[in-house]
C-alpha cells in the first residue's frame, strides 16, 4: 500500500508562490509597458539586441523565452513599427542577424526608465542581503528543475 504525501496549504507552496510572483510580476510589467505600446516579450527582445546586437531569431526566441514561431511574430512586429532592422536577405546560413534602429534604442530607454519603477517596487519588498540570496536561492532552483548545473554552486 503505498503512502499518500501530505500536501501542505497552497499558499504555502513553494511552486504557487514563485509563479503568484511571477505573474504580479508580469501584470506589473504589462502596466508600465503598455504606454509605450510593448508587450514583456517585445521589450526583452529590444533588451537582449541592445546587450547583444546580431542575433538571430532562434538565438532570441531562447533568450526571451517564446518559441521560434512566437519570436518570429515579435520580430516582424517590432520590425513593423521601425525599432528593429533585419537585412532582407542572410548574409551567410540561414540565419537573419536583427539589429536596434535608433527608434527602437529611444524605446527601449523609455521601457527600462518605466519598468526601473516596478524593479524598484520589487526591491523595497526585500532587504539587500536577502536579495542577494533570494537570486541565488532562485538561481539554484532554476538549474535543479532544468537539469543544468547551477552556476553559483561551490
Same mark, same amino acid.
Given at each position: 500500500?503505498? #503512502?499518500?504525501?501530505?500536501?501542505? $496549504? &497552497?499558499?504555502?507552496?513553494?511552486?504557487? &508562490?514563485?509563479?503568484?510572483?511571477?505573474?504580479?510580476?508580469?501584470?506589473?510589467?504589462?502596466?508600465?509597458?503598455?504606454?509605450?505600446?510593448?508587450?514583456?516579450? #517585445?521589450? =526583452?527582445?529590444?533588451?537582449?539586441?541592445?546587450?547583444?546586437?546580431?542575433?538571430?531569431?532562434?538565438?532570441?526566441?531562447?533568450?526571451?523565452? *517564446?518559441?521560434? #514561431?512566437?519570436?518570429? *511574430?515579435?520580430?516582424?512586429?517590432?520590425?513593423?513599427?521601425?525599432?528593429?532592422?533585419?537585412? $532582407?536577405? @542572410?548574409?551567410?546560413?540561414?540565419?537573419? @542577424?536583427?539589429?536596434?534602429?535608433? !527608434?527602437?534604442?529611444?524605446?527601449?530607454?523609455?521601457?527600462?526608465? !518605466?519598468?526601473? &519603477?516596478?524593479?524598484?517596487?520589487?526591491?523595497?519588498? &526585500?532587504?539587500?542581503?536577502?536579495? #542577494?540570496?533570494?537570486?541565488?536561492?532562485?538561481?539554484?532552483? =532554476? =538549474?535543479?528543475?532544468? /537539469?543544468?548545473?547551477?552556476? /553559483? =554552486? @561551490?
Amino acid at each position: 500500500m503505498s #503512502q499518500e504525501r501530505i500536501l501542505q $496549504p &497552497v499558499d504555502e507552496s513553494l511552486g504557487y &508562490v514563485l509563479k503568484k510572483a511571477a505573474t504580479a510580476l508580469r501584470s506589473a510589467m504589462d502596466n508600465a509597458l503598455r504606454p509605450l505600446d510593448l508587450t514583456v516579450p #517585445q521589450y =526583452a527582445c529590444l533588451e537582449v539586441l541592445r546587450q547583444k546586437p546580431g542575433l538571430s531569431g532562434s538565438e532570441l526566441a531562447r533568450a526571451v523565452f *517564446v518559441s521560434r #514561431q512566437a519570436m518570429n *511574430v515579435v520580430l516582424k512586429g517590432l520590425e513593423d513599427r521601425g525599432l528593429l532592422s533585419r537585412p $532582407p536577405a @542572410p548574409t551567410h546560413g540561414k540565419a537573419l @542577424p536583427t539589429e536596434l534602429t535608433p !527608434a527602437g534604442r529611444k524605446r527601449l530607454l523609455a521601457a527600462n526608465e !518605466a519598468l526601473a &519603477v516596478v524593479e524598484d517596487r520589487m526591491h523595497s519588498a &526585500v532587504a539587500p542581503k536577502a536579495r #542577494q540570496r533570494l537570486c541565488a536561492d532562485l538561481s539554484s532552483i =532554476a =538549474a535543479a528543475l532544468s /537539469g543544468t548545473p547551477d552556476p /553559483g =554552486a @561551490p
